[in-house]
Each structure stands twice: as C-alpha cells, then as structure tokens.
Antibody, heavy 114, light 108 residues
Framework: QVQLQESGPGLVKPSETLSLTCTVSGGSISSYYWSWIRQPPGKGLEWIGY???????NYNPSLKSRVTISVDTSKNQFSLKLSSVTAADTAVYYC????????WGQGTLVTVSS | SYELTQPPSVSVSPGQTARITCSGD??????AYWYQQKPGQAPVLVIY???ERPSGIPERFSGSSSGTTVTLTISGVQAEDEADYYCQSADSSGTYLVFGGGTKLTVL
C-alpha cells in the first residue's frame, strides 16, 4: 500500500525558508496530484498547494508569493519550500495525495522561532 | 477568496443521527469531500465525490448534496465517532482547493 512520509527540520528561524520533503513509498508518484496541507496548533486545515508528476503546480493564493512545490520522480519525492516564515507559519505540515486526499503522511510539526 | 462554512460544533447522544453541514457557492459545480480527524492523528477520508464511501469506512457514514450545501450524516453514532470533521472542495474554476473550518462532533 502507498505510504507518505514527511521529513525536514522541526525548527526554523523567522525570515528563513521552511523546507520539507515527502517520500512516496509502495507506489509511483506518477499518479495523482500531490499536495501540502498545514494545520496550526488547535486550528483547522489549510491547503498550501499541489503538484502533478509532470511538474504543473497550483498554490493557495494567500501563500502563492512565498511557496514553491517541486517533484523529483527519480526519488519518488515532492518538496515544499515556504520563504520568509513568521510565527504564523508554525503548524503541523502534512503531505497528501489521491482522489480527494485518500493518502496522508503522519504530519510533521514545524515551529518558527528564534 | 472562496470559503466553505461549517458549524463549529455538533453534539449527539450515542445511537442518534449526526448531521454536519458545509455551505459554499461553488458546491453545485464541485465535488465535496469529508475528512475525520482525531486528536494527534492525520485526517482520514470518509466521503468522496459528495456521497461515495471509501472502502473500510463504516456504512453509517453517508454524504448528500443539495444546492450550495453538502451534508455528512452519521447514523447510529458511536463514541468512537467523536472527532473533528472537515469538508473540502474547490472554487468554481476547480483551480484552488479549500477546507471548511471544521466541526467538532461531541458524543454525549
């Protein structure tokens, strides 16, 4: 069965760039759209953006100026970069995919703090 | 920006029926999806394309659509159904995805 796993630093300094990678195992990344979704502590879910294996992307307009999502099909991975982070970007970050979001990673907490 | 509106909370007694609504102007054009999230866990898809149930999801979970409102219905609620529920859809162009604010289901 397909599994997703997020990886990356759990602590990022303000004004720096948050970088996360999602590894897709048990299946090919060359299916579905793959998304990043975040959830601030105690709050709801926010879609950040998605990428197709071909490289086409779409981003949440509220984050578009700071977000880049890329894909590496040779490694079955896709990645998130969020620039100029502030404390408001502190959240659990999930990677997800599938028809609707049938597939989810376990999530990784990223804290923005000096 | 496009928004989906859910009630913040719904409470029901065990065995009763819980209905959680989600409203949005583009829902007549775009499918809705429902997710269940328990504390400390990733969300789980419980309904897709308005009313389809993924394999492994109990039959007591169902979805329906009427105009600009979609509804998640949980029949014969069990204690284990206590969770946050989120609807998700897309804007009218299908370009941007959006989640509702979430509804906390409390089983009394």
């Amino acid at each position: 069965q397909v599994q997703l796993q997020e990886s990356g630093p759990g602590l990022v300094k303000p004004s720096e760039t948050l970088s996360l990678t999602c590894t897709v195992s048990g299946g090919s990344i060359s299916s579905y759209y793959w998304s990043w979704i975040r959830q601030p502590p105690g709050k709801g879910l926010e879609w950040i953006g998605y990428i197709y294996y071909s490289g086409s992307t779409n981003y949440n307009p509220s984050l578009k100026s700071r977000v880049t999502i890329s894909v590496d099909t040779s490694k079955n991975q896709f990645s998130l970069k969020l620039s100029s982070v502030t404390a408001a970007d502190t959240a659990v970050y999930y990677c997800a995919g599938g028809e609707g979001f049938t597939l989810w990673g376990q999530g990784t907490l990223v804290t923005v703090s000096s | 920006s496009y928004e989906l509106t859910q009630p913040p909370s719904v409470s029901v007694s065990p065995g009763q029926t819980a209905r959680i609504t989600c409203s949005g102007d583009a829902l007549p054009k775009q499918y809705a999806y429902w997710y269940q999230q328990k504390p400390g866990q990733a969300p789980v898809l419980v309904i897709y394309k308005d009313s389809e149930r993924p394999s492994g999801i109990p039959e007591r979970f169902s979805g329906s659509s009427s105009g600009t409102t979609v509804t998640l219905t949980i029949s014969g609620v069990q204690a284990e159904d206590e969770a946050d529920y989120y609807c998700q859809s897309a804007d009218s162009s299908g370009t941007y995805l959006v989640f509702g604010g979430g509804t906390k289901l409390t089983v009394l």
